[in-house]
């Protein structure tokens, strides 16, 4: 199993360009997550899917940030425009829905708006 | 408000040495436990986790983690520290199911030679 795979392993983009974050989530699995991380806050959970479907998109900070789950084995985060304040470390995971089902991570995108 | 607290932001043990990471939760019922580990550019990768039964439970690298109850608390050990354990430690809690996962804040853990 290869595991959370998720490209381009580093971004480095202008503000105001679009950036779109991408991840396959291990095969089999029907929740997928997209968590940000930062010195000052941490880890945070921006939205999960499951069976493809966004279940829970609160943490998401804006619209400018936007996510797809097309189908079982991809998913992409968008965001547009960016800012430097988005500056950040992306990471997907991916579980089978349910109690007992801990997350799997992928290597993260680390993403710098400048 | 449901909360999960790493009070130790930074340790650092020498090597050899054991070691105690410290995790409290505040949540109305008992929710469900991990640890997870991050080493330096890498995701989170899952040490161990608790749902009910002994509350001692044993995950990879030799690390073990003890619910307590009474103390809301749910601290990771390990015996004999190795520098390879060098790493940022996550502890999160799940309080229904593994959608609503929270996460500690971290503690970055140095292992002196």
């Known amino acids: 199993d290869a595991g959370v795979i998720q490209s381009p392993r580093h971004e480095v983009t202008e503000m105001g360009q679009e950036v779109t974050l991408r991840c396959k989530p291990i095969?089999?699995?029907?929740?997928l997550f997209w968590y940000r991380q930062t010195m000052m806050r941490g880890l945070e959970l921006l939205i999960y899917f499951n069976n493809n479907v966004p279940i829970d998109d609160s943490g998401m900070p804006e619209d400018r940030f936007s996510a797809k789950m097309p189908n079982a084995s991809f998913s992409t985060l968008k965001i547009q425009p960016s800012e430097p304040r988005d500056s950040a470390v992306y990471f997907c995971a991916s579980s089978l829905q349910g109690l007992n089902s801990p997350l799997h991570f992928g290597n993260g995108t680390r993403l710098t708006v400048t | 408000a449901q909360s999960v607290t790493q009070p130790d932001i930074h340790i650092t043990v020498s090597e050899g040495a054991s070691l105690e990471l410290r995790c409290n939760y505040s949540?109305?019922?008992?929710?469900?436990l991990f640890w997870y580990v991050q080493s330096p550019g890498q995701g989170l990768q899952l040490l161990l986790k608790?749902?009910?039964?002994?509350?001692l439970v044993q995950g990879i690298k030799g690390f073990e983690a003890e619910f307590k109850r009474s103390q809301s608390s749910f601290n990771l050990r390990k015996p004999s520290v190795h520098w390879s354990d060098a790493a940022e430690y996550f502890c999160a809690v799940a309080p229904y199911n593994n959608n609503d996962m929270r996460f500690g804040a971290g503690t970055r853990l140095t292992v002196k030679p």
């Open positions: 095969s089999g699995h029907n929740s």
């Open positions: 608790y749902f009910s039964g002994d509350t």
């Open positions: 949540y109305g019922a008992t929710p469900y």
